[in-house]
Nanobody, 118 residues
């Protein structure tokens, strides 16, 4: 099992920045993809950003150019740097990990709330 714990959410004004962190623990070998998804009230969970072991990245259209995903292997930690935040970025942000050990398993964190408001 893989445990994912997010941190760094909070209230920020429009145009501001936040950095989210996700600490992975447990049986973390075989994790090939990690990422962030978000879910706003009344909406579906959407992709924010993904990063693979090969450091290939993918971003949702609404965050391209503003958000940056990175992974620090030495600390088993995933980051999401969010700049130029907008009110529509308000959501619960979930950390995600995909692991391959003969079969594919997916894991989710409990989420951290980001509120962008003046």
């Amino acid at each position: 099992q893989v445990q994912l714990v997010e941190s760094g959410g909070g209230l920020v004004q429009p145009g501001g920045s936040l950095r989210l962190s996700c600490a992975a623990s447990g049986s973390i070998s075989g994790i090939n993809t990690m990422g962030w998804y978000r879910q706003a009230p009344g909406k579906e969970r959407d992709l924010v950003a993904l990063i693979t072991t090969g450091i290939s990245t993918k971003y949702g259209d609404s965050v391209k150019g503003r958000f940056t995903i990175s992974r620090l292997y030495a600390k088993n930690t995933l980051y999401l740097q969010m700049n130029s935040l907008k009110p529509e970025d308000t959501a619960v942000y979930f950390c995600y990990a995909q692991q391959f050990q003969g079969s594919i398993s997916e894991f989710w964190g409990q989420g951290t709330l980001v509120t962008v408001s003046s």
